[in-house]
């Protein structure tokens, strides 16, 4: 990711106090589970403080939705140099949240706020669908005093074993029974199992999670080979079929 380092002069465009110390905040990154991720700021000092960040979400990740996290302690949208546009800061800055970018997996924020204590605050809440890497970077002005560059580790999002559908670590008959209700009670396995779903029940790699996945399925847990999708009655069939194998499997 290229980021354009903003001028000094942008500080004074975050209405900041003159400097007194030199403050090095961080940034970080937190999946929350169930589809949604976090952008953190972190403060080292008290005072106003400005926040110009870009990020990138790569691989199959895919940015659904953004929203600034804290509208207090971020209250007032600045004008940023947007590293997604062309050209900038010569094509045009954008200002508090830009969003032009997020089915391409960018998305730019310049907020700034009249004042918070030291502590770590919530920047940006994000939505996905996917897995793949969520980047950040940016910049954060302190005390009046622009930093360095910061970067948040890369969060990886998803991944894991296809067809581990307990997240036990392992692909077997164990995982039968949560692979059916990943189908048939999709609410129910994710308030058991959030945010990994599609990751590990979707196992013909469409991005959804449906009857399609049955054979795949069965194939992993038995080192077959995969047929072709069934009829619809071949397919309540074979459900009826996995529950019970799970459940003999449990009498044994």
């Keep these: ?6 001028s000094l002069a942008a500080v ?15 940034l970080s990154l937190i999946d929350n589970g169930g589809g949604s991720a976090t952008l953190q700021v972190t403060l080292d000092a008290a005072g106003a403080i400005g926040a110009e960040i870009s990020l990138e979400a790569t691989g199959g990740l895919t940015l659904t ?5 804290d509208a207090v302690a971020f ?30 997996g960018m ?10 204590a030291a502590g770590t605050y919530n920047f ?3 939505t996905y669908t996917g897995t793949g890497a969520l980047d950040a970077e940016g910049y954060v002005a302190q005390l009046g005093v622009l930093g360095d560059l910061l970067t948040a580790p890369t969060l990886n999002i998803g991944g894991g074993l296809v067809g581990d559908t307990n997240d036990d670590g392992v692909v077997n008959t164990l995982d039968i029974d949560p692979f059916v209700q990943a189908l048939t009670d999709p609410a129910g396995y994710d308030a058991i199992y959030p945010g990994i779903r599609v990751d590990r029940a979707d196992t013909n790699f469409d991005l959804a999670v ?18 072709a999708a069934p009829e619809p009655a071949a397919t309540m069939l074979l459900l009826t079929g996995l529950v019970g194998l799970a459940r003999g499997r449990r009498r044994c």
């Design 1 to 6: 990711m290229s980021f354009k380092k903003i």
């Design 12 to 26: 004074a465009a975050l209405c900041l106090p003159a400097a007194q110390a030199f403050a090095v905040p961080s």
């Design 65 to 69: 939705a953004a929203s600034i996290a």
């Design 75 to 104: 209250d007032e949208a600045n004008p940023g140099d947007n590293p997604f546009i062309a050209g900038s800061p010569v094509g045009g800055d954008a200002v508090g949240l830009d969003l032009t970018d997020i089915a391409s």
């Design 107 to 116: 998305v730019f924020a310049s907020f700034g706020g009249p004042g918070t």
């Design 124 to 126: 940006l809440d994000l």
């Design 210 to 227: 449906n009857t399609l996945d049955i054979d795949p399925f069965v194939a992993l847990i038995t080192g077959g080979a995969a047929t």
